[in-house]
């Protein structure tokens, strides 16, 4: 499953840029990432900080001046670089959004590829408002186990049969403590038999 940006998530790059150039800045950080999901003001990633209890302005305010504007005189207005920590943040989405089985890169994975940086400026301010990567990606099980699931069967198995010779394929628990056993791991005790349970 190739994941690719969400509309919303492209929004936030080109506004992470504008954001940049407003603040004097010649490159783009993952504070200005912050600042463009900020701006953009929708998506699940904010819907998650709000729901974290944090302000938005407040926080934009917080992001501004922990970053200081430099002189709007030295921007160079054509190519503007990614740095080393925004550029994976961007590549760590791809990851995040495997993680969760989406097809989609969505702002909360975005959000959780920057927080899986502890060193980075947006890390430390969220950390002052109790948001880290662990309580982002529990408010993401949380609201995506509110949504019903209307569109699924019920009775539908866990496993479906691999079109590459008998294998199965696993659809992952976003949940699980061993992502990567599931993913090239078999439960075998679907198939054991039932009756077979009173051998000691």
Same mark, same amino acid.
């Given at each position: 499953m190739e994941a690719r940006f969400s509309?919303? !998530?492209k929004d936030v790059i080109t506004f992470s840029r504008e954001e940049a150039l407003r603040l004097g800045h010649d490159y783009i950080g993952t504070e200005h990432l912050l600042l463009g999901m900020i701006r953009e003001g929708e998506g699940m990633g904010i819907k998650i900080l709000k729901s974290l209890g944090v302000q938005m302005e407040d926080l934009r305010k917080e992001v501004e001046t922990s970053i200081r504007p430099h002189s709007k005189n030295t921007v160079n207005i054509g190519n503007i670089p990614l740095v080393k920590?925004?550029?994976?943040?961007?590549? !760590?989405?791809?990851?995040?959004?495997k993680l969760f089985n989406s097809a989609i890169i969505g702002?909360?994975?975005l959000l959780l590829a920057i927080l899986k940086d502890e060193d980075s400026i947006v890390t430390r301010?969220?950390?002052?408002?109790?948001?880290?990567?662990?309580? !982002?990606?529990?408010?993401?099980?949380?609201m995506s186990n509110e949504k019903?699931?209307?569109?699924? $069967?019920?009775?539908? $198995?866990?496993e479906e049969p691999d079109d590459m010779g008998g294998g199965f394929k696993k659809s992952l628990d976003p949940k699980s403590k061993t $992502? !990567?056993?599931d993913n090239f791991?078999?439960?075998?005790?679907?198939?054991? $038999?039932?009756w077979v349970n009173w051998i000691p």
């Amino acid at each position: 499953m190739e994941a690719r940006f969400s509309p919303r !998530v492209k929004d936030v790059i080109t506004f992470s840029r504008e954001e940049a150039l407003r603040l004097g800045h010649d490159y783009i950080g993952t504070e200005h990432l912050l600042l463009g999901m900020i701006r953009e003001g929708e998506g699940m990633g904010i819907k998650i900080l709000k729901s974290l209890g944090v302000q938005m302005e407040d926080l934009r305010k917080e992001v501004e001046t922990s970053i200081r504007p430099h002189s709007k005189n030295t921007v160079n207005i054509g190519n503007i670089p990614l740095v080393k920590q925004a550029e994976k943040a961007l590549k !760590v989405t791809y990851l995040e959004a495997k993680l969760f089985n989406s097809a989609i890169i969505g702002t909360e994975h975005l959000l959780l590829a920057i927080l899986k940086d502890e060193d980075s400026i947006v890390t430390r301010l969220l950390k002052r408002y109790q948001v880290t990567y662990s309580t !982002v990606k529990d408010e993401i099980d949380f609201m995506s186990n509110e949504k019903p699931r209307a569109e699924a $069967p019920r009775n539908e $198995p866990e496993e479906e049969p691999d079109d590459m010779g008998g294998g199965f394929k696993k659809s992952l628990d976003p949940k699980s403590k061993t $992502p !990567v056993l599931d993913n090239f791991g078999r439960d075998l005790s679907n198939y054991w $038999p039932k009756w077979v349970n009173w051998i000691p």
